[in-house]
């Protein structure tokens, strides 16, 4: 899906009319919610690659970037991941030292316990 941002292509146009300007080739119901002549033909070209289209508010789009993406899984690959597995080893290691001292107790005499 593309997201397309109103403020790209300039401020709302009262004249614009779907039937002015160029010939259409898609549907002129799937320009509906175009406020100018460049984001009506912003539409018509992602329709005509077959992008399904919707408009966004400026916001947050920068977190569905692909850039922020690769990060995200970057941090989770160097980061995230190795804490886990380091985490997992100590946690298997500490176990197995607590069933070593439960054993050594077990066998040693009990003067000494």
């Not at 300039?10 to 300007?21: C, I, M, Q, R, V």
């Not at 077990?106 to 003067?111: D, V």
Request: include cysteine; charge should be positive; glycine fraction near 8%.
């Amino acid at each position: 899906m593309v997201c397309l941002f109103h403020g790209d292509y300039g401020a709302p146009d009262p004249a614009f009319n779907l039937g002015s300007g160029s010939t259409w080739v898609v549907d002129a119901n799937s320009l509906n919610e175009a406020r100018n002549l460049g984001e009506a033909e912003a539409i018509q070209r992602h329709l005509l690659r077959g992008e399904a289209v919707s408009w966004c508010d400026q916001g947050y789009a920068w977190v569905d970037q692909d850039a922020v993406v690769w990060f995200y899984v970057a941090a989770f690959l160097f980061v995230i991941l190795p804490y886990l597995i380091m985490r997992a080893k100590a946690c298997a290691k500490g176990v197995r030292r607590r069933n070593l001292g439960a054993e050594r107790l077990a066998r040693r005499p009990r003067l000494l316990r």
